[in-house]
């Protein structure tokens, strides 16, 4: 853990601040938001605590936009919505959410009410134990079962490369404390992965079981691309292994090419010249070839990372923010 982060002093509070902070991110949600407000209320109402809900709209190109701005307008007291000027990723307006939230604890949501938000009584009675960040694991996926088999893969394939135990990467519904949240927001990554961010500063991380339905309107805005793509950043993020993994590969191929020249001379000079073997040679050809593209592609992952920090381009552009002022 980075020291200077670790020994960060937490942030001044107001004393009308909430105790939770709900941040959801809206993406063409407009078929399920009706069906989120109704039930996503009720529940924060009867947790008996001050709270407020984070709605991060990220370009959405449907009515989600005007939805979100006619719930503010029911209950401004409790409801504040970010607007983007575009589309940026559910992640960085997660981090957007972050930076504006005012709760000692924070708890992320979708808003395709596939984790029930009655759950997130859940994650606050496991925080009451003294946990710093809770992460959830889905009860029973409602997933076609490619996402459930590239999920486990994937979960293997991270956990092996960087060190960080996290049951289900891919459930959006986890409890952080206000502290983690303040260490993440003085990262200034482009792109990274908020569970293993918080997994790294968190002193006493738990996982707790939750409930998973089906997707109540619309469709999953992860394909089976930006499932690559966001494994991707996760693996280049924290860790440097698969850069390790390839140099020990080349040294390896080059020792066993080096005998296979030393064997062929000898050969040579034993048995004499010989005919045949060209398409072994070129089996051998084509593997080596093709494990230098792949290692220069890898070596791209990291080499791009860098392009988009050294840019310091923002996150993302805020054009209002609907909030009630104090």
């Known amino acids: 853990m980075n020291p200077t982060l670790a020994s960060a002093p937490p942030a001044d509070r107001h004393p009308d601040d909430p105790v939770l902070s709900v941040v959801i991110p809206v993406y063409n949600e407009e078929d399920g938001l009706a069906q989120l407000f109704a039930r996503l209320y009720p529940?924060?109402?009867?947790?008996?605590?001050?709270?407020?809900?984070?709605?991060?709209?990220d370009g959405s190109r449907d009515r989600s936009p005007g939805i979100l701005a006619e719930q503010f307008d029911r209950r401004p007291d409790v409801t504040r919505v970010i607007l983007f000027n575009g589309n940026f990723g559910q992640h960085r307006a997660i981090l957007a959410g972050f930076a504006h939230c005012r709760g000692e604890r924070i708890v992320t949501l979708d808003a395709d009410l596939q984790n029930p938000p009655e759950d997130i009584a859940t994650l606050l009675a496991k925080m009451d134990e003294g946990h710093d960040y809770v992460g959830s694991i889905r009860r029973q996926r409602h997933d076609?079962?490619?996402?459930?088999?590239?999920?486990k893969a994937m979960n293997r394939l991270r956990a092996k490369l960087t060190r960080i135990d996290i049951t289900d990467q891919g459930c959006m519904l986890r409890a952080y404390s206000r502290n983690i949240v303040s260490l993440i927001?003085?990262?200034?990554?482009m792109n990274t992965f908020i569970p293993a961010l918080a997994y790294q500063f968190s002193r006493n991380p738990a996982e707790v079981v939750v409930g998973h339905e089906e997707r109540f309107a619309g469709e999953s805005k992860y394909s089976l691309y930006s499932l690559i793509r966001?494994?991707?950043?996760?693996?280049?993020s924290f860790s440097v292994v698969p850069l390790q993994w390839f140099s020990l590969m080349g040294m390896a191929i080059s020792a066993?090419?080096?005998?296979?020249v030393l064997l062929l001379i000898g050969r040579r000079i034993v048995i004499g010249p010989e005919e045949g073997g060209l398409f072994t040679l070129f089996a051998i050809a084509f593997f080596l070839i093709g494990l230098a593209l792949f290692g220069i592609g890898l070596i791209g992952e990291y080499v791009g990372r860098i392009y988009s920090e050294v840019r310091q381009r923002p996150r993302y552009v805020i054009s209002a923010i609907l909030e009630q002022k104090r």
């Open 43 to 57: 529940a924060l109402d009867q947790l008996g605590v001050r709270y407020e809900v984070v709605f991060v709209n």
């Open 144 to 151: 076609v079962a490619w996402r459930k088999w590239a999920s």
């Open 185 to 189: 927001n003085q990262c200034g990554e």
């Open 230 to 236: 966001l494994n991707f950043d996760l693996v280049t």
């Open 256 to 260: 066993g090419a080096g005998l296979l």
